[in-house]
Nanobody, 117 residues
């Protein structure tokens, strides 16, 4: 059974940093493209970034480009999101999502990120 468990969320000040982690189990992590998505209160889902299965390519939403960095450690079956220079508008529930053969097929429970002074 596929499990994705996010951690690392919390409260940060504007301009601060947080590092999210997503521990994956129940599948061969290294063979999947993985992504991060987020949903802010009262807003729709926003795709934040993704990383290819072999780590050869990453892609980012314009809203986070230059501030967020996605990475993966296949030996640990873990996905990361380093978030720097956080802004109020980064406040959201962040999800780790697997990009399967037929779409985004597995989601974690989410970790809350709140940016506030």
């Amino acid at each position: 059974q596929v499990h994705l468990v996010e951690s690392g969320g919390g409260l940060a000040q504007p301009g601060g940093s947080l590092r999210l982690s997503c521990a994956a189990s129940g599948f061969t992590f290294s063979t999947y493209t993985m992504t991060w998505a987020r949903q802010a209160p009262g807003k729709g889902l926003e795709w934040v970034c993704g990383i290819y299965s072999d780590g050869s390519k990453t892609y980012y939403a314009d809203s986070v480009k230059g501030r967020f960095t996605i990475s993966r450690d296949d030996a640990k079956s873990t996905l990361y999101l380093q978030m720097n220079n956080l802004k109020h508008e980064d406040t959201a529930l962040y999800y780790c999502v697997r990009d399967g053969a037929y779409g985004y097929d597995s989601w974690g429970q989410g970790t809350q990120v709140t940016v506030s002074s």
